[in-house]
């Protein structure tokens, strides 16, 4: 028996108080818990001649019985998928936790300080953690036929130094949502350039007297915003080794969003609006464009199904597709290699479309996975969002400094309301260059 060791830096520690802010924000309204889905710790017997391995999978919670569109909930979901692993592979057993996301980042820095960091692990920014040689590289915890069954922007996305080590779990991408009825009322048609949104936008407010475009700029997810407007630019927030917040192409979008605010075409005060009371307001018939994850598609059905809407990529300065992509992933603290083969057998099994296709569906999230990808490709509703997919660009998230930049972003993007955008752009990427 190999005895598992880890060394724990301040900046592994550092990673974990940073993921609030780095990482994708999938978290939902579940509440937390912890499941014993088979006995055992995280000691290991050795995977070789059929002896038995144990490990440990610390999970956060996105959905509950009553946010979840089957009614099941993330725990139970996660429960079902153990349970029938080891079912097949009586020889592995996971001793399952489930947390809500609020203490996720409290409970894994508790196992880590303890040498008890789990086997598999489901969250945000891992860069932290690849810097201290804390993790199993993906190629050791998963064949390559899983790995290459990946979308390739995700499993870009999914690399540290070149080296890949989560395994993209679920991800979501932004598209535009439109209120046909409003739409119809204007006589305007689907946007796809920012010129054409201003003035569909523009024809909505005058002839409704509803808002537009929903323009949310509050510390919620003004970050989000700004790099879909960055993205239809042609520019973004940087990359692995630097960030780049304050260039022309993203000055050209953020005076674009701000001409949206002067021409009084969004909501009131988008400068303080924060996403979730706002896109209540698009879900209640009240709005005509709002950016929006596959969730809503969840939300508007229980909330108002009668709503006549539809769904279209991003509007962009010259009609080119892209999205703003975001992926939760899972990954391995495991240093054991009968760990990591016991590990390879859960996450052979789990992303098989057979069981990672009805989890990602309840989830109501999109697949990471090609083949995943084409079997949800007849729901009508996801059909925008898979076609997004391969063009979906990402947070800088391997970035040390992003997740300064991320809280200056939400912080100050705001401010164009009533500043100059190049003046904001300038407070951002000085709070960036001030952690990097």
């Known amino acids: 028996m190999m005895k598992k060791t880890w060394r724990t830096s301040a900046l592994a520690i550092g990673a974990i108080d940073a993921m609030a802010l780095s990482s994708c924000s999938f978290s939902g309204s579940g509440g937390s818990g912890s499941s014993s889905a088979a006995p055992g710790g995280s000691s290991s017997s050795g995977a070789a001649g059929g002896e038995a391995v144990s490990l440990t999978m610390l999970v956060p919670t996105y959905s509950d019985t009553k946010?979840?569109?089957?009614?099941?909930?993330?725990?139970?979901?996660?429960?079902?998928?153990?349970?029938?692993?080891?079912?097949k592979n009586p020889n592995v057993k996971i001793t399952l936790q489930v947390e809500s996301w609020d203490n996720l980042?409290?409970?894994?820095?508790?196992?880590?300080?303890?040498?008890?960091?789990?086997?598999?692990?489901?969250g945000g920014a891992i860069s932290g953690f690849v810097a201290d040689?804390?993790?199993?590289?993906?190629?050791?915890?998963?064949?390559?036929?899983?790995?290459?069954?990946?979308?390739?922007?995700?499993?870009?996305?999914?690399?540290?130094?070149?080296?890949?080590?989560?395994?993209?779990?679920?991800?979501?991408?932004?598209a535009l949502f439109y209120n046909k009825a409003l739409l119809k009322e204007a006589g305007v048609e689907?946007?796809?350039?920012?010129?054409?949104?201003?003035?569909?936008?523009?024809?909505?407010?005058?002839?409704?007297?509803?808002?537009?475009?929903?323009?949310?700029?509050?510390?919620?997810?003004?970050q989000a915003e700004a790099?879909?407007?960055?993205?239809?630019?042609?520019?973004?927030?940087?990359?692995?080794?630097?960030?780049?917040?304050?260039?022309?192409?993203?000055?050209?979008?953020?005076?674009?969003m701000k001409k949206f605010i002067d021409a009084g075409v969004t909501q009131s005060n988008p400068g303080s609006t924060q996403r979730t009371p706002m896109m209540s307001g698009?879900?209640?018939?009240?709005?005509?464009?709002?950016?929006?994850?596959?969730?809503?598609?969840?939300?508007?059905?229980?909330?108002?199904?009668?709503?006549?809407?539809?769904?279209?990529?991003?509007?962009?300065?010259?009609?080119?597709?892209?999205t703003l992509g975001v992926a939760d992933r899972l990954a391995s603290f495991s240093k054991d290699q009968a760990k990591k083969d016991g590990?390879?057998?859960f996450m052979d099994y789990f992303f098989s479309d057979e069981v990672y296709v009805p989890f990602i569906k309840g989830e109501s999230f999109l697949p990471t996975t090609k083949t995943g990808a084409t079997a949800m490709s007849s729901d009508e509703t996801l059909k925008p969002f898979l076609e997004l997919l391969p063009s979906a660009k990402f947070y800088p998230t391997t970035n040390p400094a992003w997740a300064a930049t991320d809280g200056?972003?939400?912080?100050?993007?705001?401010?164009?309301?009533?500043?100059?955008?190049?003046?904001?752009?300038?407070?951002?990427?000085?709070k960036a260059d001030a952690a990097s």
């Open 67 to 87: 946010t979840s569109v089957d009614g099941v909930g993330t725990k139970a979901r996660w429960e079902k998928v153990v349970a029938d692993f080891q079912a």
């Open 105 to 122: 980042e409290t409970v894994l820095k508790t196992k880590i300080q303890g040498n008890q960091a789990p086997d598999i692990y489901n």
């Open 133 to 174: 040689d804390l993790l199993a590289k993906a190629e050791e915890i998963t064949s390559p036929e899983t790995l290459s069954n990946f979308q390739d922007s995700f499993n870009t996305n999914e690399k540290v130094g070149g080296t890949q080590y989560g395994l993209p779990l679920l991800a979501s991408a932004r």
């Open 190 to 222: 689907v946007p796809k350039t920012w010129d054409e949104l201003l003035t569909a936008a523009k024809a909505v407010k005058e002839k409704t007297g509803n808002p537009g475009y929903g323009m949310p700029l509050g510390s919620e997810e003004a």
């Open 227 to 256: 790099m879909i407007w960055s993205l239809g630019a042609g520019g973004g927030f940087g990359n692995e080794s630097e960030i780049t917040v304050d260039t022309p192409q993203n000055l050209e979008a953020f005076d674009e």
């Open 282 to 322: 698009f879900v209640q018939g009240k709005m005509g464009f709002v950016y929006a994850l596959p969730p809503t598609v969840a939300q508007i059905k229980k909330e108002n199904p009668s709503l006549e809407y539809g769904i279209a990529q991003p509007a962009t300065k010259d009609g080119s597709a892209v």
């Open 343 to 345: 590990v390879k057998k």
């Open 408 to 430: 200056a972003l939400k912080s100050l993007t705001g401010q164009i309301e009533k500043s100059p955008s190049a003046d904001v752009l300038k407070q951002i990427q000085a």
